[in-house]
C-alpha cells in the first residue's frame, strides 16, 4: 500500500527499519506504529530502495518475501509503505535526515524502530541520537527490543541461515508464518507427469532466498483453495536442470496452470535431493513422499492468508 499524495499531509506514526523479512521482530515495530492510527496518526512504514547494503556493498542479502506476499503483509499490519530512493539519502547526515525527512517530510509525531537501529551518513545516527532528538521535539519513540523465539534471536540472517540449512520449521517461527513465494509458473518437461505427479515449476529470481535443496511438506493455493502439496527444491540430479527451481506437485489437484503466479508455502524439510538409478525408482520415491506429506500436513493449519497479530 503505497501513499497518495493526500496521505503525505497527514500527521504520522513512523516504523523505521528495512523490514527484509517482515518477521516477527519487524511485526512489533510496524505494529507499535499502527497502533497510533487511533489516535488521527498515519502509519507508515519507511524503508529504503535499493536496499543499502546492495549500495555500499554492492550485493544486497537475499530477499526473504517480496512483490504480492510483502505488500499484504505490510496491509496486514495496518501500515501504508513509503520506499525512499536510499541514493539520494545515503550521504545525508543523520540529524537532517530526522529534521528534514522524518519531521518535515513525514510529519512525524510517534516513530517505532529496532533496538539496533542506525540511521544518517555511515549509519552514524543510534539510538541514543534518535531519543535526544525525538524527546527536543516532542515526539514520541518506543524502541522495539530484541525478540526471541526457542532461545534464539529473530533476525533476516538468522532466518536465512535456517532456510540453508532446512530448518524450515525454525525459520517460520521467526518468520511468525511459513516461507513462501509466489513466482510465476512455467513451462517444463512435463517428467512429472509422466510419473504420475504433475507439477508447476518455478524459478527463483536472482536475489531470493533459496532454501536447501531437498523435497519439503508445502501447500500452494490454487483456484481458491490451498491444496497439501510436496515441493522439490534444486537442481534435480536424476533428470538434470541448469539453475534452482521449485518443482511443486499439489495433490488432488487437476488443472493448468501455466502463466499463473501461484503461492507455495513450505511447512517441513522431509528429505535431500537424490539421484535415483532409474524413473521407476524415482516415481517410487515420489509416493512415498506424497503419503509423508500428507502426514506430516494433518498438524498444518491455518491457511486464510498472511496476517499479522
Same mark, same amino acid.
Given at each position: 500500500?503505497?501513499?497518495?499524495?493526500? +496521505?503525505?499531509?497527514?500527521?504520522?506514526?513512523?516504523?523505521?527499519?528495512?523490514?527484509?523479512?517482515?518477521?516477527?521482530?519487524?511485526?512489533?515495530?510496524?505494529?507499535?506504529?499502527?497502533?497510533?492510527?487511533?489516535?488521527?496518526?498515519?502509519?507508515?512504514?519507511?524503508?529504503?530502495?535499493?536496499?543499502?547494503?546492495?549500495?555500499?556493498?554492492?550485493?544486497?542479502?537475499?530477499?526473504?518475501?517480496?512483490?504480492?506476499?510483502?505488500?499484504?503483509?505490510?496491509?496486514?499490519?495496518?501500515?501504508?509503505?513509503?520506499?525512499?530512493?536510499?541514493?539520494?539519502?545515503?550521504?545525508?547526515?543523520?540529524?537532517?535526515?530526522?529534521?528534514?525527512?522524518?519531521?518535515?517530510?513525514?510529519?512525524?509525531?510517534?516513530?517505532?524502530?529496532?533496538?539496533?537501529?542506525?540511521?544518517?551518513?555511515?549509519?552514524?545516527?543510534?539510538?541514543?541520537?534518535?531519543?535526544?532528538?525525538?524527546?527536543?521535539?516532542?515526539?514520541?519513540?518506543?524502541?522495539?527490543?530484541?525478540?526471541?523465539? &526457542?532461545?534464539?534471536?529473530?533476525?533476516?540472517?538468522?532466518?536465512?541461515?535456517?532456510?540453508?540449512?532446512?530448518?524450515?520449521?525454525?525459520?517460520?517461527?521467526?518468520?511468525?508464518?511459513?516461507?513462501?513465494?509466489?513466482?510465476?509458473?512455467?513451462?517444463? &518437461?512435463?517428467?512429472?507427469?509422466?510419473?504420475?505427479?504433475?507439477?508447476?515449476?518455478?524459478?527463483?529470481?536472482?536475489?531470493?532466498?533459496?532454501?536447501?535443496?531437498?523435497?519439503?511438506?508445502?501447500?500452494?493455493?490454487?483456484?481458491?483453495?490451498?491444496?497439501?502439496?510436496?515441493?522439490?527444491?534444486?537442481?534435480?540430479?536424476?533428470?538434470?536442470? &541448469?539453475?534452482?527451481?521449485?518443482?511443486?506437485?499439489?495433490?488432488?489437484?487437476?488443472?493448468?496452470?501455466?502463466?499463473?503466479?501461484?503461492?507455495?508455502?513450505?511447512? +517441513?524439510?522431509?528429505?535431500?535431493?537424490?539421484?535415483?538409478?532409474?524413473?521407476? %525408482?524415482?516415481?517410487?520415491?515420489?509416493?512415498? &513422499?506424497?503419503?509423508?506429506?500428507?502426514?506430516?500436513?494433518?498438524?498444518?493449519?491455518?491457511? %486464510?492468508?498472511?496476517?499479522?497479530?
Amino acid at each position: 500500500m503505497h501513499l497518495t499524495e493526500q +496521505q503525505l499531509q497527514a500527521e504520522t506514526a513512523v516504523a523505521l527499519g528495512n523490514f527484509d523479512g517482515v518477521h516477527l521482530g519487524h511485526r512489533a515495530v510496524l505494529e507499535a506504529a499502527a497502533a497510533n492510527s487511533a489516535a488521527g496518526l498515519l502509519p507508515v512504514a519507511l524503508t529504503f530502495s535499493p536496499h543499502p547494503q546492495a549500495v555500499l556493498h554492492k550485493k544486497a542479502p537475499p530477499a526473504l518475501c517480496e512483490g504480492r506476499i510483502r505488500d499484504e503483509l505490510f496491509r496486514a499490519c495496518g501500515v501504508s509503505l513509503r520506499e525512499l530512493d536510499f541514493y539520494e539519502l545515503k550521504d545525508m547526515q543523520a540529524e537532517a535526515f530526522f529534521y528534514e525527512i522524518l519531521l518535515g517530510r513525514f510529519r512525524a509525531k510517534f516513530i517505532s524502530c529496532g533496538y539496533n537501529y542506525s540511521f544518517g551518513k555511515r549509519g552514524e545516527g543510534d539510538i541514543a541520537l534518535l531519543s535526544r532528538l525525538c524527546e527536543e521535539k516532542g515526539v514520541v519513540l518506543r524502541v522495539i527490543p530484541e525478540v526471541r523465539v &526457542d532461545g534464539l534471536p529473530i533476525s533476516s540472517s538468522n532466518i536465512r541461515k535456517e532456510l540453508a540449512e532446512g530448518d524450515v520449521r525454525l525459520a517460520n517461527l521467526m518468520l511468525g508464518r511459513a516461507f513462501s513465494y509466489d513466482f510465476l509458473v512455467v513451462s517444463g &518437461d512435463r517428467r512429472g507427469r509422466l510419473l504420475g505427479f504433475p507439477t508447476i515449476n518455478q524459478f527463483f529470481p536472482e536475489g531470493f532466498a533459496v532454501p536447501r535443496y531437498g523435497v519439503y511438506a508445502a501447500r500452494a493455493f490454487a483456484e481458491g483453495k490451498w491444496y497439501d502439496a510436496m515441493t522439490n527444491i534444486g537442481l534435480r540430479p536424476t533428470v538434470g536442470t &541448469d539453475k534452482p527451481r521449485s518443482e511443486t506437485c499439489l495433490l488432488g489437484y487437476s488443472g493448468d496452470l501455466y502463466g499463473q503466479n501461484v503461492e507455495v508455502r513450505l511447512y +517441513q524439510f522431509l528429505r535431500p535431493e537424490i539421484k535415483f538409478d532409474s524413473f521407476e %525408482a524415482l516415481s517410487a520415491q515420489i509416493a512415498q &513422499d506424497a503419503e509423508t506429506v500428507r502426514r506430516t500436513l494433518q498438524t498444518v493449519t491455518g491457511d %486464510a492468508g498472511v496476517h499479522c497479530k
